[in-house]
C-alpha cells in the first residue's frame, strides 16, 4: 500500500514515519523541517492509494497548510497533482479545493468523523490542557477547584486526570445521564443552570461545549487568579470580550494534539486512515464474471 503525506504539522511527519514502520510505502512531501527527506517536491510516481492533506484545516486564503516547509504550496497545484478519484483524507476544505474534489471525484474523508479518532484524541488533548494550565498559574492543579464543562469524550478523560492529580473536580452538564455518569466515576457534578454558587472558589475552568456557556454575568463571578481555557470548536463556549472587559484570564487552545503530543497524535491519525482504507476496499463493487 502506498501513501502520499502532503504538509501538515508534525503529527502529519509522524504519521509518515510511523506508516513506513508499518510496512506502507510512505513518502512525506513540503515537511523538510520535520525531516528532510521530506522535500517540497512531488514524487515523479503518484500513483498512490491514498494522498494525506493537513488536518484540521487543509487550505487556507489559497495556501495548503505547510508550518514545516521551506517552500509554499498553493492549493491550486495540489488540485492539478491529485489524480481524479483518488483516496484523500484532510480537514475542512477552502474554497479552491472544495470544488476541485467534487469535480475530479475524490473520495474525501475528515478524520474527525471517525469515533476512533475523536477517543484517541482525547487523551493528547487532555493533557496537553493540564500542561497549559500549570504553566498558567503559580499553583498546583492537586487540591484546586477544577470546574470541567461538558462530559463528552474530552470532558470524560479530562475530568479523570484531574481527578489522579489530586484535583478537586466539578463537571458540569446539561443532560442528566452525563451528571449520574459523572458522579459514578468519582467526581462531583452539577446542572449548567447551577454554576452561580461555585464560580467564586473555581480556580481553572475547562470548556469542552461549543455552545455560548460563560456570560458575562457568570464570568464577573470568578476570583482574579481565575484561568479558563476553551477546547472548544467555534462558536466556543465562553464570552472572551467580557472576560476581557472583567480581567479574567479566558483564551482558546486549539489543535492541542498536534502541537503537544505530535508522535501520539500521528499514531491516532494513522490507525484511523487504515481503517478507512480498509472500509473503502469493502465497499468497491465485486468483480463481475460473466459465463
Not at 476512533?116 to 488533548?125: I, Q, T, Y
Not at 467580557?242 to 491519525?269: D, H, K, N
Request: aromatic residues 8%; glycine residues 10%.
Amino acid at each position: 500500500m502506498r501513501m502520499l503525506v502532503v504538509g501538515g504539522d508534525k503529527r502529519s511527519g509522524y504519521l509518515a514515519r510511523q506508516a513506513e514502520e508499518r510496512g506502507w510505502q510512505a513518502q512525506g512531501a513540503w515537511l523538510d523541517a520535520f525531516d528532510p527527506a521530506y522535500a517540497c517536491a512531488w514524487p515523479q510516481d503518484l500513483v498512490f492509494d491514498v494522498f494525506v492533506l493537513p488536518y484540521p484545516h487543509c487550505e487556507r486564503d489559497g495556501m495548503i497548510q505547510t508550518p514545516l516547509a521551506t517552500r509554499p504550496l498553493p492549493a491550486r497545484d495540489v488540485a492539478a497533482r491529485v489524480p481524479a478519484g483518488a483516496l484523500v483524507i484532510t480537514g475542512s476544505l477552502g474554497d479552491v479545493l472544495q470544488g476541485v474534489a467534487q469535480a475530479r471525484g475524490w473520495r474525501v474523508h475528515n478524520p474527525g468523523w471517525e469515533e476512533g479518532f475523536a477517543v484517541g484524541n482525547a487523551v493528547p488533548s487532555a493533557e496537553g490542557a493540564i500542561s497549559v494550565a500549570m504553566a498558567s498559574s503559580d499553583t498546583c492543579i492537586h487540591d484546586s477547584c477544577c470546574l470541567v464543562l461538558g462530559y463528552g469524550r474530552l470532558g470524560r478523560v479530562l475530568a479523570r486526570m484531574l481527578r489522579g492529580l489530586g484535583a478537586r473536580a466539578c463537571v458540569a452538564a446539561r443532560k442528566p445521564k452525563d451528571r449520574a455518569w459523572a458522579r459514578a466515576e468519582g467526581h462531583d457534578a452539577c446542572d449548567m443552570a447551577a454554576l452561580a454558587p461555585r464560580m467564586a472558589q473555581t480556580r481553572f475552568i475547562f470548556n469542552t461545549v461549543p455552545a455560548p456557556v460563560l456570560d458575562e454575568g457568570l464570568l464577573a463571578l470568578l476570583g482574579r487568579e481565575a484561568v479558563i481555557i476553551d477546547l472548544s470548536s467555534a462558536p466556543h463556549g465562553v464570552d472572551f470580550e467580557a472576560a476581557a472587559r472583567l480581567g479574567v484570564r479566558a483564551w482558546i487552545e486549539a489543535s492541542l494534539p498536534g502541537r503537544y503530543a505530535p508522535q501520539y497524535a500521528g499514531c491516532v491519525l494513522l490507525d484511523v486512515v487504515e481503517e478507512i482504507v480498509a472500509d473503502e476496499a469493502q465497499a468497491k463493487p465485486p468483480a463481475l464474471f460473466l459465463p
